[in-house]
């Protein structure tokens, strides 16, 4: 169910064919939606870790070709929506969040990690982050209040993210200090850093509409 509506969510998004910088940017967070769906089936045992790693590469490899192409546009546009900075600033705290989901897939799939579901709701808490940064984006250029507004709502998803962190290690924690263990801590802290990265792109919105009111 969730699956369906974050796909139904981004399926509106501007095809290959869209240049401009919001587009670039839609397609970008389209890209790590699509990483938090894939990170959450391995979780599940719905996609084999080895499977998702490939595929982890080919939505990498997306989002690679989409920063390089926003840098090329930045360069060229004469009448940004928010000021460049910003824009690249944003742009690369996405990179980091789709860097850290697949290095997640990628080490579930190097430490042989069994499904669990300790790891769904701070990926679910992402998901969402993600989805309010789109709706963020989305309003950059028109109301800067729509843009600070959801701006803030998605930093609620990337604090959710730290305080899920912190439940799930002090559970991890619990029992005795094993080498599964501390596989686990260091997917948990992958996740963690995602929070982080999510809260930067957030802060950055939040100043670009603080900018453009002032």
Same mark, same amino acid.
């Given at each position: ?32 939606? !699509?990483?938090?769906? $894939? ?5 599940? *045992? ?5 499977? @998702?790693? =490939?595929? %982890? /590469? ?59 579901? !300790?790891?769904?709701? $701070? ?5 969402? *982050? ?5 709706? @963020?984006? =989305?309003? %950059? /250029? ?59 792109? !957030? ?12």
């Amino acid at each position: 169910m969730r699956e369906s509506r974050f796909r139904r969510a981004v399926g509106h998004l501007g095809g290959a064919g869209d240049t401009s910088l919001t587009a670039i940017l839609e397609r970008q967070l389209a890209e790590t939606i !699509a990483a938090c769906l $894939l990170a959450r089936s391995v979780a599940e *045992g719905h996609v084999a870790p080895a499977v @998702a790693h =490939e595929q %982890m /590469a080919e939505i990498e490899h997306r989002g690679d070709e989409l920063g390089a192409r926003l840098v090329a546009r930045l360069a060229a546009e004469p009448d940004p929506p928010i000021d460049r900075e910003d824009i690249f600033r944003l742009s690369r705290s996405i990179d980091d969040v789709l860097d850290n989901l697949r290095d997640f897939v990628r080490e579930w799939d190097l430490y042989d990690i069994a499904p669990t579901d !300790a790891y769904l709701g $701070l990926l679910d808490a992402t998901s969402t *982050g993600v989805g309010d940064l789109l709706k @963020a984006v =989305e309003t %950059m /250029a028109d109301d800067p209040r729509d843009t600070a507004q959801s701006s803030l709502v998605c930093k609620k998803s990337a604090n959710e993210i730290r305080r899920l962190f912190d439940d799930e290690l002090g559970r991890l924690f619990s029992g005795d200090l094993t080498m599964e263990v501390m596989k686990r801590r260091e997917l948990l802290r992958r996740l963690d850093v995602v929070g982080l990265r999510l809260n930067e792109a !957030a802060d950055v919105l939040s100043d670009a509409a603080v900018k453009r009111r002032s």
